[in-house]
């Protein structure tokens, strides 16, 4: 089955600065990449997807990229906000239609 | 408005007695799971279902059953819970389109069991 890898573990960044997390999945058959954000207390939400026939999809301050020949995707959200501290997984989907998670990334903006 | 509603939010139960964890959406989506969340280990799935009647193991089953009796409805099942099944639990649902759609989460049931 599908492998998410998901880096780093934790982040902290000053408001004002740029976060990256980043993921790497094992099935080249995957070819729908969502990242959600997990407020402390909250369920997983969906912040931005990607799909496998684009490379980079932007929505205001964040913005996905996806390197398919190194199965590799990445979050960047830039201007960082303290509302913007959560924790996020990047997940990949494939034919069988079920999401597989990255172990997530704890970012704390830090006012 | 659209919705995954579980119950109960919150359960503190002893080893070995039966429970069970509902979940239930309005959207029609005919792919719902169930997924555990521990600290370092991310969501990790249970069972999922593409449709009524149509289950299948994901990558943590043991321990647990599920049943799709009708399309809103996902109830989770821990036949004789023990310790290692304390976590955070959250039903998903979406459609079945493999290149698309959102899952849309419930809003957790944090399971306990002394």
């Known amino acids: 089955g599908e492998n998410v890898e998901q880096h780093p573990s934790t982040l902290s960044v000053q408001e004002g600065d740029s976060a990256v997390i980043k993921c790497t999945y094992s099935?080249?058959?995957?070819?729908?990449f969502p990242w959600y954000k997990q407020e402390l207390g909250k369920r997983p939400q969906l912040i931005i997807d990607?799909?496998?026939?684009?490379g980079e999809k932007k929505d205001q301050r964040i913005a996905v990229t996806l390197n398919k020949t190194a199965k590799h995707f990445s979050l960047h959200i830039t201007e960082t906000q303290p509302e913007d501290s959560a924790v996020y997984f990047c997940?990949?989907?494939?034919?069988?239609?079920?999401?597989?998670f990255g172990t997530g990334t704890r970012l704390t903006v830090i006012p | 408005e659209a919705q995954v509603t579980q119950n109960p939010r919150y359960l503190i139960t002893v080893t070995g007695k039966k429970l069970t964890v509902t979940c239930s959406q309005n959207?029609?989506?005919?792919?719902m799971s169930w997924y555990r969340q521990d600290p370092g280990l991310g969501l990790r799935q249970i069972y999922y279902?593409?449709?009524?009647?149509?289950?299948d193991k994901g990558d943590v089953p043991e321990g647990y059953k599920v049943s799709r009796k009708e399309k809103r409805n996902f109830p989770l099942i821990l036949e004789s819970p023990s310790p290692n099944q304390t976590s955070l639990y959250f039903c998903?649902?979406?459609?079945?389109?493999?290149?698309?759609?959102?899952?849309?989460f419930g809003q957790g049931t944090r399971l306990t069991v002394v």
């Open positions: 997940a990949a989907k494939g034919g069988a239609n079920n999401l597989f």
């Open positions: 099935d080249s058959a995957s070819n729908y």
């Open positions: 279902s593409m449709n009524v009647e149509v289950t």
């Open positions: 998903a649902s979406s459609l079945f389109d493999s290149m698309n759609t959102e899952a849309f």
């Open positions: 990607i799909r496998s026939n684009v």
């Open positions: 959207m029609n989506h005919e792919y």
